[in-house]
């Protein structure tokens, strides 16, 4: 049975978490090619496997050839029914009735990014599919161009995929830095080819994308764990300064409660931006705090007794060092939390979320980084 202040906790966290994930939006990628080309592959390597899991997807348009898939902060807009090359004239009019529709919408419900798909070993590409190349270009999306499963010995690429990128970089097309991309999405152990190329598109597309969902892509992708910390960061960073400000004015204990708000709020964040979901991220918060039996004020007193100089009489004040030093520390030892479980580095134990291992991780990186910032200050 849960306790009452886990049952708090929880709701309070899920809110946080819904309000930061609307907050963040959505990037919508689209993705075109012709049948066979590795398109889920490359999604589910770079985005993880979430929208595979999502089935068919909702129709976008009436034509009913146009899915958009959507998981959390990631949409994926792919075909049905139509084939690249034989009927672009078909996909490009309910593409173009799709976008005049979406720029009256939110950004979070626009098109944001097209990738274009081109299987390496086929060493064949069509003017059809350059003709729909540009005809997504004037559309007004940004289109960059991946060369699927591209054998690599060492730094070297096969010699047929790169005279097939010369081919198609001759015909000037109008693809995002002018670059085509080598990729292969899977390691293949049989063959000794390592997957290799994801961080390059991932890049591009971030470069293509509108500013205003880079933070959507962050959350979304599950290859570069340096731009969600430096997202993750900055969330720190806010209610650190946002928590010293309130300590400049000394809280007693008994009401370190006002400090709670901004520690979930930092948290929700934080798992979002890692990708982690409501659900996993709930319980694992509940863990990670183990609070005790006072909604909010345990917490703060049951967890700041370990940052140094904080004193531990129950109405001494909490100075603005002291408040602003326990809320950097937990909000890294948060992130330490979320980047084990994007990982999927924290098991299970009978089914359920390893809590002794949540509560370990972070309460060993919780004393660390209160103590580091205690000596830099």
Wanted: charged share 20%; aromatic share 6%; net charge neutral.
């Amino acid at each position: 049975m849960a306790k009452p202040t886990d049952e708090w906790f929880g709701q309070a966290f899920g809110k946080a978490w819904k309000d930061k994930a609307e907050e963040i939006g959505r990037f919508n990628l689209a993705i075109f090619g012709k049948t066979g080309v590795g398109k889920s592959t490359l999604v589910n390597a770079i985005f993880g496997s979430e929208i595979a899991k999502t089935g068919i997807g909702e129709p976008v348009t009436r034509a009913e050839h146009l899915y958009l898939h959507q998981s959390g902060t990631l949409g994926v807009l792919d075909t049905r029914g139509l084939e690249v090359g034989r009927d672009n004239a078909a996909l490009i009019a309910e593409l173009k009735d799709y976008l005049h529709g979406m720029r009256r919408k939110p950004l979070a419900e626009q098109l944001h990014v097209a990738w274009y798909c081109v299987r390496a070993p086929d060493r064949r590409f069509e003017s059809t599919e350059a003709d729909f190349i540009r005809a997504l270009r004037e559309l007004g999306l940004p289109v960059i161009l991946v060369l699927t499963q591209v054998p690599r010995a060492g730094d070297r690429v096969h010699p047929d995929a790169e005279a097939l990128a010369a081919s198609v970089a001759a015909l000037d097309l109008p693809i995002q830095d002018g670059l085509i991309h080598y990729t292969m999405a899977l390691a293949d152990e049989f063959t000794g080819q390592t997957a290799y190329g994801l961080q390059e598109v991932l890049d591009a597309t971030f470069r293509g994308a509108p500013d205003g969902v880079a933070h959507a892509i962050t959350s979304a992708q599950r290859i570069d764990f340096d731009r969600k910390r430096e997202r993750a960061e900055v969330a720190v960073k806010a209610a650190t300064a946002a928590a010293t400000t309130a300590g400049a004015s000394p809280i007693p204990f008994s009401d370190a409660a006002i400090l709670v708000p901004l520690q979930i709020g930092m948290m929700a964040s934080i798992a979002v931006t890692y990708g982690v979901s409501i659900e996993r991220s709930t319980a694992a918060s509940i863990a990670a705090t183990a609070a005790a039996t006072t909604a909010g004020r345990s917490v703060v007193t049951n967890m700041i007794k370990f940052v140094p100089g904080a004193g531990t009489a129950v109405a001494a004040p909490i100075s603005a060092t002291v408040a602003g030093t326990f809320t950097y520390a937990m909000g890294h030892a948060w992130m330490r939390v979320c980047e084990r479980l994007a990982r999927g580095e924290l098991g299970v134990v009978g089914g359920a979320l390893d809590s002794d291992a949540v509560h370990r991780i972070f309460m060993d990186e919780f004393k660390s980084r209160a103590s580091r910032r205690k000596l830099a200050t």
